[in-house]
């Protein structure tokens, strides 16, 4: 396809007669980007299916490397970042180089960003079902390969910048507003949250512990849904949809407008994963009520997508490219709607740890991300290899209807799931007794659901088969076509706004004003405080109006200004970005709440902690949460609401995010070892009906206590106090708790059981759940065992 | 819907690559649920702050001390549980049927679907591990037995059903299932 130089119309007055210029964009950049991205997104959601089944029906697990707790951090690593990756980095280099009118500087990097990113995808799928996993939700990667994907994101940054800079055109349209925001926070996301301390090869520990790495943990999980999932796509509708359907984007002001309100608003949501737990109250309202803020700038991106299509509806109807768009966007609208919802504190009391929670993500997966995916694969794929259209518009048309019968399959059979199971668990008797004691209960009534799910799922993997065989066939029909233009490239003749000019227009000094208001509220007292909101409130209105009222024509516009200046717009975003999360996490890391720092924490006993290793190892987290919220429902069937002393020296934190079994913080000493013992090796001889995966290994495999001290003083240095002579008796401690534990074991029956077994080191764990350590100093009792 | 007024016309910069942009004003429903939350917000937080909205802990605290007071009206009002009632319930076909269904759900994994005992003690023969009499069983599902592995059965059950499986209990005691576990504890 051959770009026309039509769209090239520097600013009215300025042009000087420049140089003309003839731009080949690198498009095999994106040829490979799509190739890759339509596979890994078959293998992921292959992945997803199995996934989908183990649940439904336990056989379906295979230890010890494909049972569910491995396999689900490999589908959702697999999907957000090699699908969705793959995806945004075709479609950010080819709307990149044509919207600024310059090719990639680099080929030489481009190959590195592909072939890194491919490698790193591999080490993923390599690793995760061997078992190596920070455990932490869509951050398992070990610390070799975060360190691999921060290289490869910098070599990213470099080719996009670079690009940038060797722009063209002046002003920098709405889609690379989206994609700076993109790059530069899931940089700042990737590294703060991945900061660990490795023990060895592939083994580390997070340096937050607790309350603060959930708190890390959360603004990461929910920011990567916000700037890898959100913000390049938003980016890419911007670019593709009004190209496919040839119509004006609605509304400048209103991209103006939710761009900034998006990305400012977006970085403090994250509490909303942790309502109603143990994390500081002040934080959750927070994060309550960005969420709920949320809800207007997500829509203006919907409005701006759908509105564009104005005038285009029977295109629509025709054509599948724009048919995906329409849905995509739809489904966008109502994931984001769904998001404020959900996190509502007493709504998110009834969601939280449901099925409810992943219906609401794969309404924004399968239907944004996936359909906008699609979309963009059938316009770009003919482009890309000189074709007219695509091998068969019927096929596409077939894969539409049923990705999206197949997505409303899956997320009304979660809705009935999630909320099924929510109120069973809350249901109380007449007598104030839960209606289900059992959990078990609970989960065998939603199972119909998980079978539904798992077609509905099925579904829309087909329908990626049959838009990769549609892609391959029109690709094999054409001939590879790399995009060219002509440019009359500007000479610059002090047509740049002056720099003082941006930084000190009125909005700028606006902001500023309001923003040192504001942060003067967090350290004056409550009352203060709201003398000086009303302050801000009346500020940021007045203010507004003096704006406009300010306004003069004759002048360009301040954001029209910004929109020149890519180093500028680049360190306004990173500022709004970084506003939110300086302001939730600093103060949460810096200073650890009394509460936390009751007499009664101690840190886990060396095999105790060896069996935590194996608790995150087997993903057990990924079912079980450890976190009981204060409802009297939840008390009952589990104990205590759970408090920050209790996981303050967990690292990474454990708390979990879904109950597929029951919770597990009180979990220590509710049963006999030997109970825990026959319930590893068959779950379903002491629950019958239970859903979880066989771990008959545990029983052979050992753990290699020589590497315990090795993980004590890791763990020291991330701050759980050990002292010396903890760390020295380290090994023998292990061994005596383990021989206690094998010898219990043997006497209720179990026959020959290892002390060093791994299913000792579990047992030891989690008999420890809940409960403090017996021994009050463990290097004494070791020294009186001893005697 | 705002009428499409195209304010960049006249204005050919905003053209990108061929996509052209339009300046429409933006919609007022839009305007006002941006407006609505952020008002919304500002009121929840300071409501949050100083003291009028109750955190999830306060909420909680409420609901507990009313749980009480509604336990201990329910216990005042059924009397004590004593030996003499649990044994009439034992000889009670609806409760034994329920206490049953409690059994097979909540007992059997540890005491087998008999009773004859796999992880937990044999409750069909004639010896007891911590005490024989209706009211020590009753405690014992209630409150458990930590140190031994028996779950605190109590709040999760409620006293209701902890009754009903108590006569359940009661009513198969010394049948001697076959293939029980050995004897454990002291004759009754």
Same mark, same amino acid.
């Given at each position: ?467 990769? /065989?549609?892609? =391959?066939? *029109?690709?094999? !029909?054409?001939? @590879? ?5 002509? %440019?009359?490239?500007?000479? +610059? ?74 180093? /500028?717009?680049? =360190?306004? *975003?990173?500022? !709004?970005?970084? @506003? ?5 996490? %600093?103060?949460?890391?810096? +200073? ?196 | ?188």
């Amino acid at each position: 396809m051959t770009a026309s130089a039509e769209g090239i119309a520097p600013e009215a007055g300025r042009r000087v007669d420049g140089e003309t210029r003839r731009i080949v964009y690198n498009d095999s950049i994106t040829r490979w980007f799509v190739g890759a991205s339509v596979i890994w997104g078959i293998v992921g959601m292959l992945v997803g299916v199995l996934a989908a089944l183990q649940l439904a029906f336990w056989q379906a697990n295979l230890p010890p490397y494909l049972t569910y707790g491995r396999i689900r951090p490999l589908h959702t690593n697999a999907v957000i970042f090699a699908f969705v990756g793959n995806m945004v980095f075709a479609g950010i280099y080819y709307s990149t180089q044509r919207l600024v009118k310059a090719r990639l500087p680099s080929d030489l990097l481009a190959r590195i960003h592909f072939w890194g990113w491919q490698l790193i995808i591999v080490a993923a799928a390599v690793t995760l079902p061997l078992g190596f996993t920070q455990g932490k939700e869509y951050a398992e990667l070990e610390w070799p390969i975060d360190i691999a994907i921060a290289v490869v994101w910098v070599v990213f940054a470099i080719q996009f910048f670079w690009t940038l800079a060797r722009r063209a055109e002046k002003h920098l349209y709405v889609a690379i507003w989206f994609y700076i925001a993109t790059i530069v926070t899931v940089a700042v996301l990737h590294i703060v949250n991945s900061l660990s301390i490795p023990v060895f090869g592939l083994k580390s520990y997070s340096i937050y512990g607790g309350a603060k790495d959930a708190l890390v943990q959360w603004w990461y999980g929910h920011n990567a849904v916000a700037f890898f999932l959100t913000t390049p796509v938003l980016g890419i509708m911007y670019y593709f949809l009004p190209k496919a359907a040839d119509r004006p984007v609605y509304s400048y002001r209103l991209s103006v407008i939710h761009f900034w309100s998006l990305i400012f608003v977006y970085i403090w949501a994250g509490p909303h994963h942790l309502l109603n737990t143990a994390l500081p109250d002040w934080a959750q309202t927070l994060g309550m009520v960005f969420s709920v803020m949320l809800w207007a700038p997500s829509w203006g991106g919907m409005l701006n997508g759908l509105l564009t299509l104005k005038g285009a509806w029977g295109k629509v109807r025709t054509d599948p490219v724009l048919k995906f768009f329409a849905a995509g966007v739809t489904f966008y609208g109502m994931a984001t709607f769904e998001g404020p919802l959900l996190s509502i504190k007493s709504v998110n009391g009834l969601a939280h740890y449901t099925d409810w929670i992943i219906g609401h993500v794969h309404s924004g997966t399968l239907g944004w991300n996936g359909f906008m995916a699609a979309g963009m694969f059938y316009w770009l794929v003919p482009r890309l290899f000189g074709r007219e259209q695509l091998w068969s518009k019927k096929l596409a048309d077939a894969h539409f209807w049923i990705g999206t019968f197949g997505i409303l399959l899956y997320v009304v059979s979660m809705w009935v799931s999630g909320i099924t199971q929510g109120l069973m668990w809350r249901a109380t008797d007449a007598q104030g007794a839960l209606e289900y004691p059992n959990f078990v209960e609970t989960l065998n009534a939603i199972r119909p659901m998980y079978w539904m799910r798992l077609i509905g799922g099925s579904m829309y993997l087909v329908g990626m088969l049959m838009m990769a /065989f549609n892609l =391959a066939r *029109t690709a094999l !029909a054409g001939k @590879a076509v790399d995009g060219e233009t002509t %440019v009359v490239v500007e000479r +610059v003749e002090a047509t740049e706004p002056p720099w003082a000019e941006i930084l000190f227009g009125t909005p700028v000094i606006l902001v500023t004003v309001v923003a040192v208001l504001a942060a003067t509220m967090a350290v004056v007292n409550n009352e203060a405080s709201l003398f000086l909101a009303t302050i801000v409130v009346v500020a940021a209105i007045l203010g507004t109006i003096a704006v406009h009222l300010a306004y003069d024509r004759t002048r360009p516009k301040w954001h029209r200004m910004l929109e020149g200046r890519a180093l /500028f717009f680049t =360190a306004f *975003t990173v500022i !709004a970005v970084l @506003a939110g999360g300086v302001a939730e996490l %600093v103060p949460s890391l810096l +200073v650890t709440p009394t509460d936390a720092m009751s007499a009664e924490a101690k840190p886990y006993r060396a095999l105790e902690l060896e069996g935590r290793d194996l608790y995150v190892r087997e993903g057990c987290y990924l079912c079980h949460s450890q976190m009981i919220r204060p409802f009297t429902f939840e008390t009952k069937r589990y104990g205590d609401p759970s408090t920050l002393a209790e996981s303050v020296y967990d690292h990474p934190f454990q708390w979990g995010s879904k109950r597929t079994g029951p919770d597990l913080a009180r979990e220590g000493g509710k049963y006999p070892n030997i109970w825990h013992y026959r319930h590893m090796v068959d779950p379903r001889s002491v629950s019958p009906g239970s859903n979880m995966p066989p771990f008959p290994y545990l029983l052979t495999d050992k753990v290699d206590l020589g590497r315990t001290q090795d993980k004590m003083r890791a763990m020291r240095s991330v701050g759980v106090p050990y002292e010396a002579r903890d760390i020295e008796a380290g090994r023998h401690d292990a061994e005596v708790q383990g021989a206690e534990i094998a010898k219990n074991l043997r006497d209720d029956g179990a026959g020959q059981v290892d002390p060093q077994s791994e299913i000792v080191a579990l047992v030891a764990y989690l008999q420890r759940l809940g409960k403090h350590p017996e021994p009050e100093n463990p290097a004494a009792h070791v020294a009186s065992l001893a005697k | 819907m705002s009428t499409d007024e195209n304010r960049h016309e006249k204005d050919e910069s905003h053209v990108y690559d061929g996509i052209v942009e339009h300046d429409n004003e933006l919609p007022l429903w839009w305007q006002l649920t941006l407006y609505g939350a952020v008002a919304f917000a500002f009121f929840y937080w300071f409501g949050h702050r100083l003291g009028a909205i109750a955190t999830p802990g306060q909420v909680y605290a409420v609901e507990v001390s009313a749980q009480r007071a509604a336990d201990a009206e329910r216990a005042r009002a059924r009397g004590a549980v004593d030996d003499a009632t649990l044994a009439t319930l034992g000889r009670d076909p609806a409760t034994l049927a329920q206490g049953k269904q409690v059994f097979t759900t909540t007992c059997a994994p540890c005491h087998r679907a008999d009773g004859g005992g796999v992880i937990g003690p044999n409750l069909t023969d004639a010896y007891w591990l911590h005490g024989s009499k209706p009211t020590d069983i009753f405690a014992n599902v209630r409150d458990g037995v930590p140190a031994k592995g028996m779950p605190t059965w109590g709040p999760q059950l409620g006293v209701e059903r902890v009754e009903d499986v108590v006569a359940y209990v009661l009513s198969i005691r010394n049948t001697n299932v076959p293939g029980g576990k050995p004897p454990q504890g002291e004759l009754e």
